[in-house]
């Protein structure tokens, strides 16, 4: 991790999200089914705060 967001930093890129490890992950991987849909928990509130960076660079980016 730390070397990441020392890549991360050294090239001025922004780290949009910082992820944690959870159980979550591997379970909902076994039922097939999303992070996200099979848990409202830490993880799944880190992958929707990432989506909406995201989400709101593509859309600065298009705006110009």
Not at 14 to 20: C, K
Not at 21 to 34: Q, S
Not at 56 to 61: A, D, L
């Amino acid at each position: 991790t730390e070397a990441i967001e020392h890549f991360c930093s050294a090239g001025e890129v922004p780290v949009a999200a910082r992820i944690g490890f959870d159980n979550v992950v591997t379970e909902a991987l076994v039922k097939g089914v999303p992070v996200v849909e099979y848990s409202t928990g830490r993880v799944s509130q880190e992958m929707a705060k990432l989506w909406k960076a995201v989400l709101g660079f593509i859309q600065e980016k298009v705006r110009g």
